[in-house]
């Protein structure tokens, strides 16, 4: 069983910058592919990037630039260092976690980013 805990959230002002970690549990890290969502109130939850377990980096258009997504395979963590935060950023963000070969997905219980002034 595989369990995501994140971490990393909380208020900052427009401009500002957070980082967002997601700590995995389970030996299925390193195979694994790791995603990065956010669900804003009233709207559907969306792909914010992602990362591969070669390490190759996806980013949706809305935070290519400010965003970078990154893993560390030895400590089974994954974070997201949020710059020149926006409130549209505002949301709650949510690490997911799929491995090849397997149908199960695995979420974490979410972190709360808000930016405002």
């Known amino acids: 069983q595989v369990q995501l805990v994140e971490s990393g959230g909380g208020l900052v002002q427009p401009g500002g910058s957070l980082r967002l970690s997601c700590r995995a549990s389970?030996?299925?890290?390193?195979?694994?592919?790791m995603t990065w969502h956010r669900q804003a109130p009233g709207k559907q939850r969306e792909l914010v990037a992602q990362?591969?377990?070669?390490?190759?980096?996806w980013y949706a258009d809305s935070v290519k630039g400010r965003f970078t997504i990154s893993r560390d395979n030895a400590k089974n963590t994954m974070s997201l260092q949020m710059n020149s935060l926006k409130p549209e950023d505002t949301a709650v963000y949510y690490c997911?976690?799929?491995?090849?070969?397997?149908?199960?997905?695995?979420w974490g219980q979410g972190t709360q980013v808000t930016v405002s002034s």
């Open positions: 997911r976690q799929t491995t090849p070969g397997s149908l199960m997905v695995y």
């Open positions: 389970g030996s299925d890290f390193s195979r694994a592919t």
């Open positions: 990362i591969t377990s070669t390490q190759v980096p």
